[in-house]
């Protein structure tokens, strides 16, 4: 079974500051990789998703994530966030097939003015 | 965006009482999931259907059963509730053949408290 591990539980940053949220995953042959966000007291929203293809991602409210392979990496990055970026965002990834989705644990991010 | 709404929003119930979760969606998806969200846990899969009277468990599946008698209901039963069930619910409904790109579209919880 697939497996996923974001390394931060907690980012802190200030506003229209750089962000990345890191985002591992265990080794397959082929996977899928996803970002979702939760906005405060609200179910989970598609961010990006990664099948195939171009390894830069880009997804809603101007963030992206780059897959790479060698490293099984599936890191979020936005160059400038907003006090509305403030949210939890979950990893996660499925082998390429008929299996369900495997979130990590979550990471807080926590924008400042 | 879809709609998947979840009953009841809030509940608190003893130890030892049976519970159910509703879960229903307009948008006649066929895979629909239940997930539990606990802090330093993530979302974690509790069972999952691949269609009307199909379900299977998923990672954390022990002291819970579902149901699914339409396509737009799913339903999920703690027989005995525990303290460890305290947790909030998420349900989830996904459309097309269930091969795993398409994505997940969420409810807005359940918060359930068992004391």
């Known amino acids: 079974a697939q497996s996923v591990t974001q390394l931060d539980s907690q980012v802190p940053v200030f506003e229209e500051a750089p962000v990345e949220l890191r985002c591992n995953y265990s080794?397959?042959?082929?996977?899928?990789l996803f970002w979702y966000v939760q906005y405060p007291n609200q179910g989970l929203q598609l961010l990006l998703k990664?099948?195939?293809?171009?390894?830069l991602v880009k997804g809603i409210n101007g963030f992206e994530a780059e897959f790479n392979k060698s490293q099984t990496s599936f890191h979020l990055r936005k160059p400038s966030v907003h006090i509305s970026d403030t949210a939890e965002y979950f990893c996660?990834?499925?082998?390429?097939?008929?299996?369900?989705?495997?979130f990590g644990k979550g990471t807080m991010l926590l924008v400042s003015p | 965006d879809a709609g998947i709404t979840q009953s009841p929003r809030h509940k608190v119930t003893e130890t030892g009482t049976p519970v159910t979760l509703r879960c229903h969606q307009t948008e006649n998806h066929r895979y629909m999931y239940w997930y539990r969200q606990d802090p330093g846990h993530g979302l974690r899969l509790i069972h999952y259907s691949y269609g009307v009277k199909d379900t299977d468990k998923g990672e954390v599946s022990d002291g819970y059963s579902v149901s699914r008698s339409k396509t737009e209901d799913f339903l999920l039963t703690l027989e005995s509730a525990t303290s460890s069930q305290t947790s909030v619910y998420f349900c989830?409904?996904?459309?097309?053949?269930?091969?795993?790109?398409?994505?997940?579209?969420f409810g807005s919880g359940t918060q359930l408290s068992v004391l």
């Open positions: 996660a990834v499925s082998d390429s097939g008929y299996s369900t989705l495997t």
């Open positions: 990664y099948l195939s293809g171009s390894t």
């Open positions: 080794s397959s042959v082929s996977v899928y």
């Open positions: 989830a409904s996904q459309a097309g053949t269930g091969v795993t790109n398409e994505k997940l579209f």
